[in-house]
């Protein structure tokens, strides 16, 4: 029997998945929405970051408003580098948009069956429900693109598609552990509850936060020139 969790976690799944589509189509709709989740997810995650520092010195204060200046600036860069690459007109630049989107989801997706059929040993401390068999999942699943995205545009070679697939993969990993990481220190489970059966919008892009501008760096900068 279908759980009550799981129902409301394929529901979120339909509805971010057909924002995701709007984004795609519609330049207006692209624009408020990163604006929206990324001022959701700067409020979620300095909330972490208050709960981490709450009591602490003076000198810790200081610190905490750093580290929430700096991701502010970051979230900022996220958004302007994901809205000026979705906008592109070279239809070369949105599939690899679009494949860089496919593989955080099929690295989340690997990891997550994966790990729950194969379980054995933890990966870190840092998250107990991560394991090595969700880890190799994750870079399983996200190689099953590379033939799908080669036949859809051949002016990407193969090799490349799999250093972006094997980079994003383990930036997304790499993402998710680290927003793991916050959560055990702050002492929560999510970072919100705005997304029934996700938990918060940082809970949900943890990983693309990191891996997609590793991504599109690697390959404007190191893979297109090639």
Not at 24 to 30: G, K, N, V
Not at 66 to 90: C, D, H, M, P
Not at 125 to 133: C, G, L, Q, V, W
Request: charged share 15%; net charge positive.
């Amino acid at each position: 029997m279908i759980s009550k969790e799981l129902i409301k976690r394929i529901i979120t799944s339909f509805f971010l998945l057909s924002l995701l589509y709007l984004m795609f189509t519609y330049t207006y709709i692209l624009f408020i929405s990163l604006i929206v989740i990324s001022i959701i997810s700067w409020i979620e995650f300095q909330g972490l970051i208050s709960k981490i520092f709450l009591k602490k010195k003076f000198k810790a204060h200081l610190l905490q408003i750093f580290i929430k200046a700096l991701s502010l600036i970051y979230l900022t860069f996220f958004s302007a580098l994901i809205f000026n690459g979705i906008v592109q007109i070279e239809f070369n630049t949105k599939i690899i948009i679009i494949y860089l989107f496919s593989i955080c989801i099929a690295s989340d997706i690997g990891g997550l069956t994966f790990g729950k059929f194969f379980k054995g040993k933890k990966l870190t401390s840092i998250s107990p429900n991560k394991t090595i068999a969700g880890s190799i999942g994750s870079f399983i699943l996200s190689s099953i693109l590379i033939p799908l995205f080669y036949f859809m545009d051949q002016s990407n070679s193969p090799i490349h598609l799999t250093i972006l697939a094997l980079i994003v993969s383990l930036s997304c990993q790499l993402g998710d552990l680290f927003i793991s990481y916050l959560k055990r220190k702050a002492s929560v489970k999510d970072t919100g509850d705005l997304l029934p059966g996700h938990g918060g919008f940082l809970d949900r892009i943890d990983g693309i936060l990191f891996a997609l501008p590793f991504g599109i760096i690697t390959w404007k900068f190191l893979i297109a020139y090639v």
